[in-house]
């Protein structure tokens, strides 16, 4: 489980947005974000997915990696300003999962483009973001993706819009990379967001008009077993698109689902059969002047204790900043907030 500590400054905003209790609207939780990026870099339809790289030495160096999915890979500060740029072609979502047993770190992206899967290398003593080529996937249109790592091994599962998931092999290092596909499964209809639970051998996916999923992944035949189904009591609709985990120790913790067409958050129980625990959405957060949040696609989670987020944090796409399809950036938002919104079980980090 990766985990980070995030500036000062950070600390400071928190405690100016999370003072007040989360409040209540109409049966459903409504939290604030504490921070913001600067935008994408592109009008329209542009931001898409988040995911956070912890600088090992020090937490306030880390970076924010998004999607621009008409052009390449934004890199951004903790204090929301733009570091990088790397213009490599049309990735839609983007994944890493860090462990200290090289300089480096990995991230994958969805080029659907170039039909294959992006590889970006982090130094992990300058924090420096190179993009070490590509993977083909030997399929068009490569759309989600989701990252994972057992036994120094990396895995990286592709979604696409026919509802095919692929499961690769990727062997990532400077100079030398390949992938193997190691197993495909099929859903009905389009799919994107994806997340690797490695603890229970599960995948969790959504099917943007169905609902979200979970696949045994290390079966040799995975069998989809439908968790929620849009439309249902539980608030679920779509479109289902981003997909992550908050992290806790054997096993426990929370998926959590973006409902696209309604503003709306699901989370449920990581653990079998999946409970639901509630949704919430992200209202606009005034004495910070950031804007509420809108149309979700892709969303990432970190857990553990970090400076002025003792519980974490919730990372999302924000549709409009302020109106849809304008200046489309990410937001950050205090987990802490999320668990009392919810009245969640208080649970050990991974």
């Known amino acids: 489980m990766i985990r980070l500590s995030l500036l000062a400054a950070g600390a400071a905003v928190c405690l100016a947005s999370c003072a007040s209790a989360p409040r209540l609207i109409e049966g459903q939780a409504l939290v604030t974000a504490a921070l913001e990026t600067s935008p994408a870099g592109a009008r329209g339809d542009a931001a898409d997915d988040p995911v956070l790289w912890l600088d090992p030495a020090d937490a306030a160096k880390s970076l924010i990696l998004g999607t621009n999915k008409q052009e390449g890979l934004v890199v951004f500060r903790l204090d929301g300003s733009e570091a990088q740029r790397l213009p490599i072609g049309l990735i839609n979502n983007v994944d890493l999962r860090q462990f200290a047993d090289n300089s480096y770190d990995v991230a994958f992206a969805s080029n659907d483009q170039f039909n294959a899967i992006s590889v970006f290398f982090i130094d992990r003593a300058t ?60 859903l009905d209809t389009q799919l994107e967001g994806c997340v690797f639970d490695e603890a229970q051998g599960l995948m969790f996916v959504g099917e943007e008009d169905r609902g979200l999923w979970k696949v045994a992944y290390r079966d040799a035949a995975p069998a989809p077993e439908l968790i929620d189904e849009v439309g249902g009591q539980t608030g679920l609709v779509a479109d289902v698109e981003g997909v992550s985990l908050w992290r806790g120790q054997a096993g426990a913790g929370w998926i959590v689902a973006s409902a696209q067409s309604d503003n709306r958050f699901i989370v449920y129980n990581r653990k079998a059969p999946h409970a639901p625990m509630g949704s919430f959405s992200i209202g606009k957060n005034a004495a910070l002047g950031i804007d509420d949040v809108t149309h979700t696609d892709g969303l990432d989670i970190f857990s553990g204790a970090l400076p002025g987020f003792p519980r974490g944090v919730l990372i999302v796409q924000d549709d409009g900043n302020p109106q849809s399809g304008q200046d489309q950036n990410f937001k950050v938002v205090n987990w802490a907030d999320i668990e009392a919104a919810l009245g969640l079980p208080l649970v050990e980090a991974e």
């Open 127 to 186: 924090g420096t973001v190179t993009h070490g080529g590509d993977v083909p996937t030997g399929k068009i249109e490569p759309y989600g993706i989701c990252s994972g790592r057992e036994d120094d091994r990396d895995y990286a599962g592709v979604t696409y819009k026919d509802g095919t998931i692929q499961i690769f092999a990727v062997s990532a290092a400077p100079g030398a990379l390949s992938g193997e596909l190691l197993k495909t499964v099929k």
